[in-house]
């Protein structure tokens, strides 16, 4: 069992940053590429970036390159995604995942989910 909880979620106008933070505890020994998925009202849930083991590979949509930033401190046990320049279509609520894997060049979901953080961008 792997427990993830987020937080560093909030309000803030059109062009500014967020930096928000998953707290990852229970089974030790096990590694996961960790994931930043994201929900909007009335969206279905979608893949935002992720970040391998050991940092050394990330991935992201198209929508958020160059102003996301993920990134992870293993010896720290935490996940972060750097929100820069964000914009009104990035409002929604930011949920941690632990396990996601690359399926015929699509990113899904592992098993694990934090309790999500809301993001909300005012134009």
């Known amino acids: 069992q792997v427990q993830l909880v987020e937080s560093g979620g909030g309000l803030v106008q059109a062009g500014g940053s967020l930096r928000l933070s998953c707290a990852v505890s229970g089974r030790t020994g096990t590694t996961y590429t960790m994931g930043w998925f994201r929900q909007a009202p009335g969206k279905d849930r979608e893949f935002v970036a992720t970040?391998?083991?050991?940092?050394?590979?990330?991935y992201y949509i198209n929508s958020v390159k160059g102003r996301f930033t993920i990134s992870r401190d293993n010896a720290k046990n935490t996940v972060y995604l750097q929100m820069n320049s964000l914009k009104p279509e990035d409002t929604a609520v930011y949920y941690c995942?632990?396990?996601?894997?690359?399926?015929?060049?699509?990113?899904?979901?592992?098993?694990?989910w934090g309790q999500g953080t809301q993001v909300t961008v005012s134009s």
């Open positions: 995942n632990a396990g996601a894997r690359l399926e015929s060049s699509s990113w899904y979901a592992g098993h694990y």
């Open positions: 970040i391998t083991w050991n940092g050394g590979n990330t």
